[in-house]
């Protein structure tokens, strides 16, 4: 109560002592009911301070944002389980009641990293960043190593066989290392043939590294000589391979043709010339006969 009809405050409570020796009116004093509007982190930290609401009176909300480590702050809920915001930071506050508002948060994504290791080689591909729930895909990038063949990537430095290839798709949430997965591709040796003086040498061979080669079988030719075999040196008589020899060296060569000059074996008998004596500018008749004993070399006239 107040003597003042238009006190703002009041000048006695219900139930308090008047000691003024005066006649008086007192009036009542009225005041609009206040609620109290409290914040809840709700599992953040540095929640607004609490703030009074005057009945009909619109309330404007606290502008300060709590912080709470991989949540992202989506504004204020009055259910502490809420997925979603009733009011964002500054939103205007209208009912006439007291109420505790909690913090709605969304969980960020995690980030793995995807990195790659050459396992031996070199040019692995840079690290990529997956986000929790998407797809990765994998780098293109081919890292090389000598002569070997790149197969793909393992998560086992050790693997023989790949768990993933360039471009596939990664989905797992969680960061990882891939190995480069290596196959040791052999040196490749080239083996040629030269006829050295003579026709149809073999086509060329190609040898594998550590895989022993059949040398052709294909013989050439040469009038007058016999083929005897195959040799380093174009000069040799004696033959260092044989046709369909086997050739073990990892080196590419040149096989030259080795040859021998056929010798026909024959024979003159029965040598006669019936003349007893002949002139000058006379004439003389020779007969003989020849015989040719090598069935192989058979001479021909």
């Not at 690290?127 to 998407?134: F, R, V």
Request: glycine fraction near 8%.
């Amino acid at each position: 109560w107040s003597r003042n009809s238009s006190a703002l405050y009041a000048d006695y409570g219900p139930g308090d002592r008047y000691f003024i020796d005066l006649s008086a009116t007192l009036y009542a004093v009225w005041g609009k009911h206040e609620y109290t509007i409290r914040y809840d982190a709700n599992g953040g930290s540095g929640a607004p301070p609490a703030q009074t609401k005057t009945q009909g009176v619109p309330l404007v909300l606290s502008d300060v944002q709590p912080t709470r480590t991989g949540y992202t702050f989506l504004g204020w809920s009055r259910n502490s389980s809420a997925l979603y915001a009733d009011y964002g930071p500054g939103d205007r506050y209208m009912i006439d009641l007291s109420a505790t508002l909690y913090a709605v948060w969304q969980k960020n994504p995690e980030i793995y990293t995807v990195s790659y290791h050459a396992n031996g080689g070199s040019g692995a591909p840079k690290t990529q960043t997956k986000t929790e729930g998407s797809t990765l895909y994998l780098s293109d990038v081919v890292p090389t190593k000598g002569r070997n063949v790149f197969l793909g990537w393992s998560e086992s430095s050790f693997a023989k066989n790949v768990d993933y290839a360039p471009g596939d798709a990664y989905t797992a949430n969680r960061s990882v290392t891939l190995y480069a997965v290596w196959q040791y591709a052999p040196e490749s040796y080239l083996i040629r043939y030269h006829a050295n003086g003579g026709t149809g040498a073999p086509p060329a061979q190609t040898k594998t590294e550590g895989i022993a080669l059949t040398l052709s079988e294909v013989i050439p030719v040469r009038e007058r000589y016999t083929f005897l075999g195959w040799s380093l040196n174009p000069y040799d008589s004696v033959p260092d391979y044989e046709p369909g020899g086997s050739w073990t060296a990892d080196t590419s060569v040149t096989l030259y043709a080795v040859w021998e000059k056929d010798n026909y074996d024959f024979s003159i008998s029965e040598l006669t010339i019936p003349e007893k004596e002949i002139y000058r500018y006379g004439t003389a008749t020779v007969r003989f006969r020849t015989d040719n004993w090598d069935p192989l070399h058979a001479y021909p006239d």
